[in-house]
């Protein structure tokens, strides 16, 4: 197929694979990107060289187009921005907030910018910024979420702008991507179905917890900090949600009681495996994901069910 985001990026399907923090390295991202679709290097909390090398080590593995996340609440965002110039990548996404600062840096390299947006207001300012295309992303989705679920926010963002949208959030097979269309989406991003692909190089304990998890096992931690992150229940997520409880209940809670649960804990699940004091984030289609394949595997069958699907109806 070709659609107006596949000409943008040059890419076959329009299918992003999402920028998981920790998660979302070079070995990934080519072997999306060598399917098809838009692989995604996730920048995180990292600092610049750790994701110069990814970058690097991304071109070695793909001629084909990639993407690189900018995850705007890192204390490395400018060194990464910098970066990110320098290594000539085409086309970024951000996530987790506003990336107004960076756009004339952007532009003037001539980088395309697809931002996550959680809310029409949002999505509209990303418009003015000369954005190319949003990302609407709803709460089903795994990581930071808003507070909007994908299948009320993706029409109003697509009424409201000019660009086009990725829709994002609960969507991980054909059925999805069909259904992300009809709602006037022009493209999807899929994280967690990636998540368990045989290149991603997680932790096996993720995505064996992944592949084990029903639809009802995600919730979110850090509901009262202003940054809601959606993740597998575990001791962890049971302990924020005492806590959360109980610093609730104060006139003034304390915060950093609570972003210090949070400290580390991603790092703890990719890398150690932690599964009961790790952040394990997810999104809530996890009970939908039922096998590791190949990223080809996956775009391929996805495909063959949207295809499918369009033609139908
Ligand atoms: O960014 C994500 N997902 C993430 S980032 C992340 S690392 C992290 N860990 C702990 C706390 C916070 C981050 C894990 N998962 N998705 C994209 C996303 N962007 N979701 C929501 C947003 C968002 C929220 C507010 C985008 C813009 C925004 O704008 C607010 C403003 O006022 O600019």
Not at 168 to 194: E, H, P
Not at 234 to 254: H, M, T
Request: aromatic fraction near 4%; proline fraction near 4%.
């Amino acid at each position: 197929m070709s659609n107006v985001i596949c000409e943008l990026l040059g890419i076959k399907y329009p299918i992003f694979q999402g920028a998981m923090a920790w998660i979302a390295d070079a070995s990934l991202a080519s072997a999306v990107s060598n399917a098809g679709g838009l692989g995604i290097i996730a920048a995180g909390n990292a600092p610049a060289d750790i994701v110069r090398a990814e970058i690097r080590a991304c071109k070695e593995k793909t001629d084909k187009p990639f993407g690189v996340n900018v995850m705007l609440l890192s204390p490395f965002v400018d060194e990464i921005v910098d970066m990110i110039c320098e290594e000539g990548v085409k086309v970024i996404t951000t996530g987790a907030g506003d990336p107004g600062k960076y756009m004339a840096k952007f532009k003037e390299h001539g980088i395309c910018v697809i931002p996550v947006t959680p809310s029409v207001a949002h999505a509209k300012k990303m418009e003015k910024l000369g954005c190319a295309a949003v990302i609407a992303e709803g709460m089903e989705s795994g990581g930071h979420v808003g507070k909007t679920t994908t299948m009320a926010l993706v029409p109003q963002v697509v009424d409201a702008v000019n660009i086009p949208v990725i829709a994002a959030g609960g969507i991980a097979d054909g059925r999805g991507m069909a259904a992300g269309f009809m709602l006037g989406a022009k493209g999807v991003q899929i994280g967690t179905r990636f998540l368990v692909a045989t290149e991603c190089t997680v932790h096996p304990n993720y995505k064996a917890k992944i592949i084990k998890a029903k639809d009802i096992d995600t919730v979110t931690t850090g509901q009262i900090t202003g940054h809601p992150v959606r993740v597998l229940k575990n001791k962890l997520s049971r302990q924020f949600d005492a806590v959360e409880k109980e610093e609730g209940g104060k006139p003034k809670p304390d915060m950093e009681r609570i972003e210090e649960l949070g400290r580390g804990a991603l790092q703890k699940a990719v890398k150690e495996g932690d599964m009961d004091y790790g952040s394990v984030m997810s999104g809530q289609i996890a009970g939908m994901v039922t096998k590791e394949q190949t990223s080809k595997e996956i775009i391929d069958e996805i495909m063959a069910g949207f295809t499918a699907l369009v033609k139908e109806y």
